[in-house]
């Protein structure tokens, strides 16, 4: 058994249902992108899934992975742990709109405010010889969570990055939407309300979750 695998047992056991609760929906997701990932890693290196190490799991062979996936036009969604300017270049040179989770690393000064609240950024390389910064345009927003059985309720900050410029072709809204549908990443919620940072503008109505 190689070193990946109780890494990966660990992260499903302990990260998703323990600490984060996650849904079946949401660990059936994660479940279904590493397969595709072990089986693209295995016909690349050679390697059997089940001897794959984690120092075969790299930056080039995920920007492969990448490149593998995307389509032209389509929407990739990703967390704020995939996100880095080398992906991002690589993911967007396959014609795929990015619509990703940004850490708090990363600096996206206001160089353009919106008229929706968002704002065009960059993101630059570490080196300049990496390339040329990139223009991105950025979603901030609040979600608050309120859990249905003990009414607690949990605020978390978001920031989206994506290449998506034009907010009245695509709305913060639906971006912000997207994002969360995709990941699932609230559960046992009551009540979810999204709102833009900086506005009173609600962009994502109160709904139930079961």
Do not use: N
């Amino acid at each position: 058994m190689s070193a990946l695998a109780p890494v990966l047992q660990s992260f499903f056991t302990e990260r998703l249902r323990g600490q984060r609760r996650a849904s079946p929906h949401t660990i059936a997701g994660y479940r279904d992108t590493f397969r595709l990932l072990l089986r693209f890693a295995a016909d690349r290196t050679g390697t059997q899934p089940s001897r794959i190490d984690i120092g075969l799991i790299d930056a080039p062979l995920i920007s492969a992975f990448l490149d593998h996936l995307d389509e032209p036009g389509m929407l990739m969604l990703a967390d704020r742990g995939f996100a880095s300017y080398s992906l991002w270049k690589a993911a967007a040179g396959t014609g795929a709109q990015l619509c990703w989770r940004m850490s708090a690393k990363f600096k996206l000064p206001v160089l353009q405010p919106l008229p929706d609240g968002t704002h065009l950024s960059q993101l630059r390389p570490k080196r300049k010889r990496d390339g040329d910064p990139i223009t991105v345009r950025v979603v901030k927003y609040t979600v608050t969570t309120t859990d249905v059985d003990t009414g607690e309720q949990t605020c978390e900050s978001f920031t989206l990055a994506t290449t998506l410029l034009d907010p009245d072709a695509y709305p913060a809204m639906e971006l912000a939407v997207h994002y969360h549908d995709r990941w699932q990443a609230e559960t046992g919620i009551a009540d979810l309300k999204t709102t833009m940072r900086g506005g009173p503008e609600v962009v994502c109505a109160p709904r139930h979750r079961r």
